[in-house]
């Protein structure tokens, strides 16, 4: 699943590339995709408008345009292909929404799995979309307010990894994301969030910031499908210390790395940079 370093880098291609584009046609060649409004209403209501700007929060994109927001998420393995001129146009199997603008350049939305989602509201409605009122706060240093973080985690049942995954507590955290910043902060994945020091929790605030930012910096990860508007592959998968490097040797201390379970989702640590603690420890 593209993770906030992937959709930001997304966002900086879309706004290389077809920023102020007028739109001529909306072609949607599966209706799902399209949660609000009906799917003739979305076509239609798009034809003529401008996309003055590309924004995002957490893992959704909003695409600005002269009447209305249009709400993107690419949840699994969605993605955009641009296309300069129309001869060059190649549409697949797996295309599902296409953009005709009037330069007759065109952009297409394309899924694999077809899990992603667009809403068409109206202008600046967009920041009340109910999945974006739900995101925690952005994991900047100016967003990333210490002292509520550590009140959730405070005051959390969950363990560690499944509290971060679940976008409420702090936005764009996905699997990679979660399990590099549990590494760098020495904490176990199943750690209760409850028991946390304060010590640990200043500790994970900063391996977030710091994971994240350098991650927007490389353009992402890519680990199968991934790829920028641009067509280009990130790069942060040739700095990642534990995701996908099950019985490597850990950077720090030379311990084989595991791969367990944590709520379904592959999850990679040091057994012995990452043990379980209790709260005095």
Known sequence: MPELPEVETVKKGLLHLVQHKRIAEVIVRWPKIVEVPTVDEFCQNLIGEQIENIQRRGKFLLFKLTHFDLISHLRMEGKYEYFPEEELVQVDKHTHV????????????????????????????????????????????????????????????????PLLLNQ??????????????????????QQPASTLTHSQIEDLREAIIEVLGRA?????????????ALGEAGAFQLDLMVYGKTDEPCPRCGTPIAKIQVGQ??????????????QDS
């Open 168 to 189: 409420k507590v702090v936005a764009g955290l996905g699997n990679i994301y979660t399990d590099e910043a549990l590494w760098f902060a020495k904490i176990h994945p």
């Open 216 to 228: 927007v910096k490389a353009g992402g990860t890519t680990i199968r499908s991934y790829k920028n």
């Open 98 to 161: 296409i953009f005709k603008f009037t330069d007759g350049s065109q952009l297409h939305y394309n899924d694999v799995r077809k899990f992603g989602r667009m809403i068409l509201v109206e202008k600046d409605q967009g920041p009340l979309y109910k999945g974006i009122q739900k995101l925690g706060p952005e994991p900047t240093s100016d967003e990333f307010d210490l002292a509520n973080f550590a009140s959730n985690l405070q005051k959390s049942t969950s363990f560690i990894k």
């Open 265 to 278: 989702r592959g999850t990679h640590l040091c057994p012995y940079c990452q043990k379980i603690r209790g």
